[in-house]
């Protein structure tokens, strides 16, 4: 074989083999993928805990109830679908959210799965996250469904184990006061 020939087919050799480590060697999910992506991936599962609310009673008390959660990609659009239940709730089927992240995790929507128009927020911090760290994202959103305007504080932290997703509420140029708290562990 002549010596170009030889050189050629080395060279040719060389960038397969190239090409063929670098079909094969891939990053890993948890180390490049964006922020949004991990968010769904790990968010999408069944969970089971508890639910915490106020009493009803006006008496700043608080009842804790048997809870679950059901995360699914949402089947009609880009994020997921919530299906929340809990003992002790006023109907028997479970309360559907849809909630959805901006690429840049910046702004969200968030809401009832019927509703004409999902609750917009901004995402006003965004910690951890990667290698395991614990998720934690803080949205805020203005309320128009009541009488008066109301700001919504909603915390989520996510971590491979458990999600907390506390709800906080204000009336404009007051404090912010609980809601609801859904502290849930994995259950698949």
Not at 107 to 127: C, I
Request: hydrophobic share 40%; net charge negative; proline share 7%.
């Amino acid at each position: 074989m002549p010596s170009r020939l030889r050189t050629l087919c080395s060279v040719m050799m060389t960038a397969l083999a190239v090409a063929l480590l670098h079909a094969c060697v891939r990053p890993t999910p948890t180390s490049n993928a964006p922020a949004r992506d991990l968010l769904y991936v790990n968010f999408v599962g069944t969970w089971k805990g508890t639910l915490e609310v106020a009493d009803g009673l006006g008496t700043g008390t608080r009842v804790t109830r048997p809870a679950a959660l059901q995360v699914l990609p949402a089947p009609d659009q880009d994020g997921l679908e919530l299906r929340y239940s809990s003992d002790g709730a006023v109907t028997s089927m479970p309360h559907v959210d849809h909630l959805h992240f901006d690429r840049a995790m910046t702004d969200a929507v968030w809401g009832d799965a019927g509703a004409p128009a999902p609750q917009a927020f901004a995402v006003r911090s965004r910690e951890g996250g990667r290698n395991g760290e614990v998720l934690r994202l803080v949205l805020e959103g203005e309320d128009h469904n009541g009488d008066e305007p109301t700001m919504i504080r909603e915390t989520l932290e996510l971590s491979p184990a458990e999600i907390r997703l506390v709800q906080e509420a204000r009336p404009i140029g007051g404090d912010f006061a609980f809601r609801r708290a859904y502290v849930l562990q994995r259950a698949q």
